[in-house]
């Protein structure tokens, strides 16, 4: 092996076990046992709503800065609904389908709209 | 065969080549949507070793732009760039000082964990999120390992056909 490629791999090394320290030790404060309490939504940076979960069946209607997306909750489960696709240009965050536990995080980013669990094993760590 | 009119020819053969691999190249599941694995750097790999100097960062940048005129300019585009550019600059710096002392496979590795690095905090700092640093193991550990996939296939490609490639097949 050359010396160069040495140094390149000690370099990747050390990002890679950073990485994962960091990811480990945010487990670890945030409590991997923790329940997920509710699902936030932003609009804009600021908090637009949060529902607690598990929520029955229904549907809540976000005004974002493209159009309006439909978000459907089911339990845990949360997807915006693709039934309207001309609400969001590049449609990324429909066809995304489902997402059903953190750090699962729908972003959409015409409308400005990310949507992600609260409560959860990773997420409490770091926002409170 | 070194007039710049022929290696403007070859770069954008790859260039080609590159678009159509990104174009059938899905992207990641789960972290945030639009960030990929970034397999059509294997066409600046080879061509940054058959070309030299300048072809990476030429080829990723005329063919994130080719991308983008297909698929609109949108976070998945504006993303390719970002890390595209940053993997193609560091794979060029470490070609352009250190051409003896490292090898294509490390290279590739370093552009691919850059690659994904990069995309990983522009998405972090255009989204105010410092949570998303969840994502940050499974993202490069992708990226290296996209880098090692890339790394060999190019240096056996480069193998191969590193002469017809640069056309010093021609000149013997
Ligand atoms: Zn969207």
């Given at each position: 092996m050359k010396r160069g490629d040495l140094l390149i791999y000690l370099f990747i090394i050390f990002m890679l076990l950073s990485s994962f320290l960091i990811y480990f030790f945010l487990n670890r404060i945030g409590g991997?046992?923790?329940?997920?309490k509710s699902v936030v939504v932003e609009y804009k940076r600021q908090v637009f709503t949060e529902i607690p979960l598990p929520s029955e069946k229904r549907t809540v209607e976000l005004k974002g800065s493209w159009g309006v997306l439909i978000l459907n909750l089911d339990g845990y489960k949360i997807r915006v609904n693709p039934a309207s696709p001309h609400y969001c240009p590049d449609k990324i965050c429909m066809n995304q389908g489902w997402i059903s536990e953190p750090p699962q995080t729908i972003v959409c980013l015409p409308n400005r709209i990310i949507i992600y669990y609260r409560g959860g094993a990773q997420i409490d760590g770091l926002t409170h | 065969m070194d007039s710049p009119t022929n290696k403007m020819v070859r770069i954008c053969i790859l260039t080609v080549l590159g678009v159509v691999l990104n174009l059938i190249e899905p992207p990641l599941p789960?972290?945030?949507?639009?960030?990929?694995?970034?397999?059509?750097?294997l066409m600046s790999v080879i061509g940054l070793y058959s070309l030299g100097t300048y072809s990476a960062i030429w080829i990723t940048i005329l063919r994130t732009i080719t991308v983008n005129l297909f698929l609109g300019f949108d976070l998945r585009g504006f993303l390719s760039l970002g890390g595209g550019v940053v993997s193609a600059l560091i794979m060029e710096a470490v070609y352009y000082f250190y051409k003896r002392e490292t090898g294509v496979v490390a290279v590739s590795m370093l552009g691919g964990l850059m690659h994904n690095f990069t995309q990983w905090l522009m998405v972090v700092i255009l989204l105010?999120?410092?949570?998303?640093?969840?994502?940050l193991p499974f993202l490069l550990l992708s990226g290296v390992l996209a880098g090692v996939f890339i790394g060999t296939t190019g240096a056996y490609t480069l193998r191969r056909l590193g002469g017809f490639i640069s056309g010093k097949d021609l000149q013997s």
């Open positions: 991997a046992n923790q329940r997920i | 789960a972290p945030v949507p639009g960030i990929k694995l970034g397999l059509a750097n105010q999120q410092p949570y998303l640093v969840v994502y």
